[in-house]
């Protein structure tokens, strides 16, 4: 019974996260696959160090400016790692609004862009985020048929009070088809005529 009454409080803030408008939908945990990421304005925030450097302070300044804008909150949320970068999303109901940037927050619009990602359970760290894009390197050389176009970044579904083995979040690489050159010599440049 004390076991039931412990997860009651974290069950309620899932399904309370639940309740915010998604971007897009959640990559299932242990799956790898190619999806295409709708356009969408970022609220975005940096700082110099890594993502993981703890108290960066990213998130405050997005919930900040959320919360001043009265614009709700979305999920999920996306961090570049190296330098740090944190995005919120603005929603529907906010996307007629105009936004503006301020110096802590950058207002972007983000085209639509393909990705290959990975469904990941469990506390968000930087030993996961890299375990996980290991993953997708791996199985973008097998697979011959794409290849990066940037780097590799973290999709976080979960607020900070879910317990971290409930957690959910993925690694998102963009993606572009391979260039297909062809086989055998090329030919060489022509050289330039001299006047």
Not at 167 to 176: A, M, T, Y
Request: charged share 30%; with cysteine.
């Amino acid at each position: 019974m004390r076991v039931v009454l412990t997860l009651l409080p974290v069950l309620f803030l899932a399904n309370c996260l639940s309740a915010y408008e998604a971007m897009y939908e959640k990559t299932p945990v242990g799956e790898i696959k190619v999806i295409t990421l709708p356009g969408r304005t970022a609220l975005e925030s940096k700082t110099e160090g890594s993502y993981f450097r703890s108290d960066n302070g990213l998130f405050r300044k997005l919930f900040r400016y959320i919360s001043s804008n009265d614009i709700a909150m979305t999920v999920p949320v996306e961090a570049d790692i190296e330098p740090g970068r944190m995005r919120f999303f603005v929603g529907g109901k906010d996307s007629a609004r105009k936004i503006i940037s301020t110096s802590d927050v950058k207002v972007r619009k983000i085209k639509p862009q393909q990705v290959l990602s990975i469904g990941v359970r469990g506390s968000y760290s930087m030993e996961r985020f890299n375990r996980n894009k290991r993953k997708l390197t791996e199985w973008l050389a097998k697979s011959g048929e794409y290849e990066p176009a940037a780097e590799a970044y973290a999709v976080y579904w979960d607020g900070p009070f879910v317990i971290g083995f409930f957690k959910r979040s993925e690694v998102h690489l963009p993606i572009k088809p391979k260039e297909n050159k062809p086989k055998g010599k090329q030919p060489s440049p022509k050289p330039k005529s001299q006047p």
